[in-house]
């Protein structure tokens, strides 16, 4: 487990704590089982990377969409359908041959809920929020194993609950010939964060 990835209680705690929650609300009127249930539905089927994924895919293949979405993200992404709570003011930025982007929240977890679904824990840890703005390139390597050429500046996009950032990856050598959906598949959520590359053809 990675430094960043450690969570300040474990996954069997956090797990009983939202069911306790989940319970009491319930039991207090607050929130239904048929709620609960659709909210479930939500992120599991219809937000999430995958979402994300369809609009890399489809920025890689479309020029025009790609300046759309590099422009408002928010409005680009609604083109396809996606948008929604913690999407409303999203921010793409564009890893180039010289540049590569990371972001973080450095307050708490601010993140695109629909296009990267619900924040992964290490994102949500202190260890990660303050290391990767001092020493990026490191944490990068140390806690995910993702090595950035010393030739590729490192640009770390804070994220806050007005502006909520994320990254389009650069399209992997070999892939003229896939479709969307092949495309997609290579594009993964940590990619889209800036913590880990896309896939290849080859591992897809």
């Known amino acids: 487990m990675a430094p960043t990835d450690t969570p300040l209680r474990t996954q069997e705690e956090i797990a009983a704590r939202v069911k306790a929650l989940e319970a009491l609300m319930i039991e207090k009127g607050i ?5 609960v249930d659709r909210l479930a539905e939500i992120y599991e089927n219809e937000v999430g990377p995958q979402l994300g994924a369809q609009v890399v895919a489809r920025a890689w293949t479309d020029p025009e969409f790609k300046g759309r979405l590099l422009a408002n993200a928010t409005e680009a992404c609604a083109e396809l359908g996606i948008g929604g709570l913690q999407g409303e003011d999203m921010i793409v930025v564009e890893n180039t041959d010289t540049v590569h982007n990371t972001i ?3 307050l708490c977890s601010c993140y695109p809920w629909p296009v990267l679904g619900l924040p992964p824990n290490w994102y949500k840890a202190p260890a990660y929020r303050a290391r990767i703005v001092r020493e990026p390139r490191k944490v990068l390597a140390e806690d995910f194993g993702f090595t950035v050429p010393d030739s590729v500046e490192i640009r770390v996009w804070d994220s806050s609950a007005e502006l909520r950032y994320w990254v389009l ?5 070999g892939t003229e010939d896939l479709g969307p959906f092949e495309l997609a598949a290579l594009v993964t959520r940590d990619s889209m964060i800036g913590v880990g590359p896309v896939g290849t053809p080859a591992s897809a």
Not at 31 to 35: D, I, K, L, N, S
Not at 169 to 173: E, G, H, M, W
């Open 31 to 35: 929130m239904t089982v048929e709620a």
């Open 104 to 106: 973080v929240c450095t």
């Open 169 to 173: 990856p650069q399209r992997p050598a």
